[in-house]
């Protein structure tokens, strides 16, 4: 479909969200605007598959502007294939920072765990992040430079 094919789209729909890669969301909706194409219905753009900085998120807050929508909320997702499942953000309000991720507890178990004894820890500066899916075989377990909480969100 191509940038051509996602702006006759947006101008076509006038959708309320957006879904995809950070970089190449923010790319679509400066080329829509510079086509006139107006979304004053977009409300929110979901975000995956890359990291999304703040100075990102402000980039794509202004570009919806520029497509005629207002208070548009950038909210990301992350997810691996490995862990067979994605997590998105808590819901915040614009403007405001991201307030963490949120997991559904009977989904999975988030664990910190200690690399030499193998047990759960509460804190640490070397761990690994451990995500047992309950509803598959197997899980995924992340090497992590800093953890501060047990805690999901």
Do not use: Q
Not at 27 to 34: D, Y
Request: charged share 25%.
């Amino acid at each position: 479909m191509g940038t051509d094919g996602n702006i006759r789209m947006l101008r076509k729909l006038n959708p309320d969200v957006l879904i995809g890669m950070p970089t190449f969301v923010y790319h679509v909706l400066r080329e829509a605007a510079l086509d006139g194409v107006r979304c004053d219905n977009l409300r929110g753009i979901v975000l995956g598959g890359e990291k999304v900085p703040r100075g990102l998120r402000r980039k794509l807050e202004e570009s919806a502007s520029l497509v005629y929508s207002k208070n548009v909320s950038v909210i990301s997702t992350y997810g691996f294939t490995e862990a067979k499942m994605a997590w998105c953000e808590c819901l915040f309000p614009v403007g405001a920072e991201p307030s963490g991720y949120h997991i559904y507890p009977d989904l999975g178990i988030v664990e910190i765990i200690d690399p030499e004894t193998g047990r759960s820890k509460a804190t640490a500066n070397r761990a690994r992040l451990s995500l047992p899916p309950s509803t598959r075989a197997g899980h995924a377990c992340c090497g992590i430079g800093r953890a501060t909480s047990s805690r999901a969100d």
